[in-house]
Structures are given as C-alpha cells and as structure tokens.
C-alpha cells in the first residue's frame, strides 16, 4: 500500500490537475477572451468632397518600375552629364549601390508618370536627382540637380518641390543645419526654377 502511495497516487493527481487546466485552454494553452485574431482592418481610402458635395478620392500618380540598369546607361549617354556624377555611374557595377527610385510624379502633365531617380553613394548620401520619363523606347532623362541629400515631392498644382539641406555660417563640417526649398515647374519644353527659399 505504502508503494502504491507513492507512485501511483502522485500521478492520478498530476493527471487530473492536467485535466482540469485544459478545459480553460483554447489551443494554445492559455485562455483568451473574445476572438482568438481580430478581423481583418480594411483601410478606407481617403474622400474629398468635390464641388457639387459629392464624395470623391484624390488621384494619385500610379506607381513605375522603371529599369535602373537602363537609366544608368541612358544617363552615361547625356553630354552634359557632371564629371563627379559621370564618374560615380561609370564604377557603379551594382546598380543598387549608386541608384535608386524616388516617387513618382506627373510634373509634365502628359498623363504618363515620370521616375525620380537618386544619385548617391555606396553610403546612400544622395548628392544628384534625375526627372526620368518613362517611355516605350526607354527611360529619357528630362532633367537633373546637383544636390545634397534632397526630399523630393510634387506639389498639389503639379510643380516639383525639392527640399535640401545647406549649410550655415557656424555648421560644423559634418552637420548642416539649414534648409533650402526649391520649386521647379514645367514650361512644355524644359524644368525652370520658379522659387527658392533659405530656411
């Protein structure tokens, strides 16, 4: 009796506390109250009103995959390319390592979405920005700017707004902490500048 006691009476209990917990669990062991995942959100896009009161969604420049490889090439093929700028591309085997995609705009007004494309380094310090349309024939480099480390955005009236950072009198080297904001904006045959403001 005194052996059943100890071997047998010890694992009843274990099991029948085992038993007990598991009737609270949900799988997992661990009880959760509600739901066991909350239902999927489904974003809502964002509606402006228009003129008659009737809702409407703002447009939105479709996103462009434009081939980085090629605007490498088709850039190395521009005379007026700057010699740092032609340097840096001519080096650059790994693409990604010296081009990227910014946003994507319709500063032309065509209806087709042009690419901004950033010049930078192996450290992504962005140092030049590139208008590139995308066309049947291939990426054509619209225009660029030698710039550092730039934001860049279109404006609601379509124009091309590029935010840079610039350096102060008492800046170190190492930290500008001054702003300049362009404005650029398509006449039909070429980008002119139409502001710039030091902040």
């Not at 010890?10 to 959760?32: D, E, H, K």
């Not at 995609?101 to 950033?118: A, E, F, M, N, Y």
């Not at 990426?139 to 379509?158: K, Y």
Request: hydrophobic share 35%; net charge positive.
């Amino acid at each position: 009796m005194g052996l059943w006691r100890r071997t047998v009476l010890p694992a009843v209990t274990a099991f029948a506390a085992l038993a007990a917990l598991s009737g609270c669990a949900n799988g997992g062991g661990l009880r959760v109250e509600g739901p066991e995942s909350p239902p999927p959100s489904t974003p809502t896009p964002s509606v402006v009103l228009g003129t008659n009161g009737t809702p409407t969604t703002p447009e939105r420049t479709p996103e462009v995959a434009v081939d980085l490889a090629k605007v490498r090439v088709r850039l190395l093929a521009d005379q007026h390319l700057s010699s740092y700028a032609r340097t840096v591309l001519s080096n650059c085997t790994v693409i990604s390592r010296c081009l990227s995609r910014g946003k994507t705009v319709d500063v032309l007004h065509s209806g087709t979405p042009q690419q901004i494309v950033l010049l930078h380094t192996l450290e992504k310090f962005v140092f030049g920005i590139f208008l590139i349309a995308v066309e049947p024939s291939g990426p054509r480099p619209i225009w660029n700017l030698n710039v550092e480390q730039p934001t860049v955005n279109a404006s609601p009236d379509g124009n091309l707004v590029v935010e840079s950072k610039i350096f102060t009198i008492n800046d170190p080297v190492c930290c500008p902490s001054g702003r300049r904001v362009e404005v650029y904006r398509w006449n039909g045959r070429q980008m002119i500048k139409v502001s710039s403001t030091d902040q």
